[in-house]
């Protein structure tokens, strides 16, 4: 099972206080569906490899990209592939011993699009679909080297 805190957007209209996040509400807002998903897969995204303690081999290894000697766009984006590949093996794994719902599984995540920039860097876009059939892209990343 999956134990974190996930967060949920809420429409403006909904009442909510004076706070923009707290613990202190009497109950506690439950993140379900689609939105769970997508919850658990960017965080795993972004999650260095072996800075879980419990979990060595959760995360991937997207943070080499921040501070690293990536010299190109071919560099970062062949980095992305492999941290997408990455995360979706584990998503899967917690898929298969969690028991989620359609709608909180994951179908396939996969890189929609990779834009390059006239003076270095990348833009990669990622579709996550669940089992029920959505989808929704997600900008993961703008990257721009000096």
Do not use: C
Request: no cysteine.
């Amino acid at each position: 099972m999956v134990w974190d805190v996930h967060f949920q957007p809420i429409p403006e209209t909904t009442p909510h206080g004076y706070r923009a996040f707290t613990f202190g509400f009497r109950a506690a807002l439950v993140v379900t569906g689609f939105q769970f998903l997508i919850n658990r897969w960017l965080k795993t995204f972004f999650t260095p490899k072996g800075s879980e303690i419990l979990h060595r081999g959760d995360g991937t290894t997207l943070a080499l990209l921040i501070g690293g000697n990536i010299g190109s766009q071919e560099d970062a984006r062949d980095l992305a592939i492999r941290a997408v590949e990455e995360t979706n093996e584990q998503i899967r794994t917690q898929d298969a011993e969690g028991g989620f719902s359609a709608e909180e599984s994951l179908d396939s995540a996969v890189i929609t699009r990779m834009e390059p920039y006239s003076g270095g860097g990348i833009s990669i876009w990622v579709t996550i679909t669940n089992l029920a059939g959505k989808q929704l892209e997600v900008l993961l990343m703008d990257y721009a080297t000096r």
